[in-house]
T-cell receptor
Framework: KAGVTQTPRYLIKTRGQQVTLSCSPI?????VSWYQQTPGQGLQFLFE???????NKGNFPGRFSGRQFSNSRSEMNVSTLELGDSALYLC???????????????FGSGTRLTVV | DAKTTQPNSMESNEEEPVHLPCNHS???????IHWYRQLPSQGPEYVIH???SNVNNRMASLAIAEDRKSSTLILHRATLRDAAVYYC????????????FGQGTRLTINP
C-alpha cells in the first residue's frame, strides 16, 4: 500500500514569504502529525490532527498552523518565514483512534524547506 | 514527558550483533517503550515496541529490564543498511498523540 506522501520534496523561499506543505496519509489513517527537524533542535512535534480537529500542539509560534481535510489529507502553513524556519518538515500518519490510543506512526520522507 | 537517555553514538561491524541501550528511569507504569530509527534522507521508521516482556520481530529484539528503567534494542546481525539514528521513546498507552524524540544514538556499521 502507498506510504505517507509529502509534497513538495524541496522548497526554497525568501524571508517574509509564506509556505504551504502538503501531506497525504496512508489510506484509513485518520491521525496526521507534523514534526520539524533541524540539526540544532532535533525532531520537534508541531501539531496533530484527527478528524479535521487539532488535538495537540507543540511549542511553536502562531506563524505555524495546519489543517486537515475530510479525506484526512493535511496541510501545514508557515507565514512570515524566518531564516530559522529552514528545516526538514515531516508528516506522520497513524491509525490512532478517537480516544488517542497509540498504534504507531508511519512517517513520510519530508519536505526540505530552505529560507534565504 | 518522561525522558530517555541514549549514548550519542555507537559503532559496530557488519554481521555482528549490536546492543543499543536506553535509560528511562522516570518511566510510568502505562508507558510503552518504542524504538524508531531514521536512515539518511528519510523520515523515522518504526522498529519495535514493548511494555514489560521482551519482544522480537523481523527487524530486531527489545530486551526490557525487570524494573523497566532501562531497555536494549538488539540487532542480531547488523548490515550496512542498519546505519541510522536510533531513537528510544516512551509512549503513554492512552492519549499518545505525539512522539517526543531525544537526540538518539547514531549507529555506524563498518564493513
Amino acid at each position: 500500500k502507498a506510504g505517507v506522501t509529502q509534497t513538495p520534496r524541496y522548497l526554497i523561499k525568501t524571508r517574509g514569504q509564506q509556505v504551504t506543505l502538503s501531506c497525504s496519509p496512508i489510506s484509513g489513517h485518520r491521525s496526521v502529525s507534523w514534526y520539524q527537524q533541524t540539526p540544532g533542535q532535533g525532531l520537534q512535534f508541531l501539531f496533530e490532527y484527527f478528524s479535521e480537529t487539532q488535538r495537540n500542539k507543540g511549542n511553536f509560534p502562531g506563524r505555524f498552523s495546519g489543517r486537515q481535510f475530510s479525506n484526512s489529507r493535511s496541510e501545514m502553513n508557515v507565514s512570515t518565514l524566518e531564516l530559522g524556519d529552514s528545516a526538514l518538515y515531516l508528516c506522520a500518519s497513524s491509525l490512532a483512534g478517537a480516544t488517542g490510543e497509540y498504534y504507531g506512526y508511519t512517517f513520510g520522507s519530508g519536505t526540505r524547506l530552505t529560507v534565504v | 514527558d518522561a525522558k530517555t537517555t541514549q549514548p550519542n553514538s555507537m559503532e559496530s561491524n557488519e554481521e555482528e550483533p549490536v546492543h543499543l541501550p536506553c535509560n528511562h528511569s522516570t518511566i510510568s507504569g502505562t508507558d510503552y517503550i518504542h524504538w524508531y530509527r531514521q536512515l539518511p534522507s528519510q523520515g523515522p521508521e518504526y522498529v519495535i515496541h514493548g511494555l514489560t516482556s521482551n519482544v522480537n520481530n523481523r527487524m530486531a529484539s527489545l530486551a526490557i529490564a525487570e524494573d523497566r528503567k532501562s531497555s536494549t534494542l538488539i540487532l542480531h546481525r547488523a548490515t550496512l543498511r542498519d546505519a541510522a539514528v536510533y531513537y528510544c521513546i516512551l509512549v503513554p498507552v492512552q492519549g499518545a498523540q505525539k512522539l517526543v524524540f531525544g537526540q538518539g544514538t547514531r549507529l555506524t556499521i563498518n564493513p
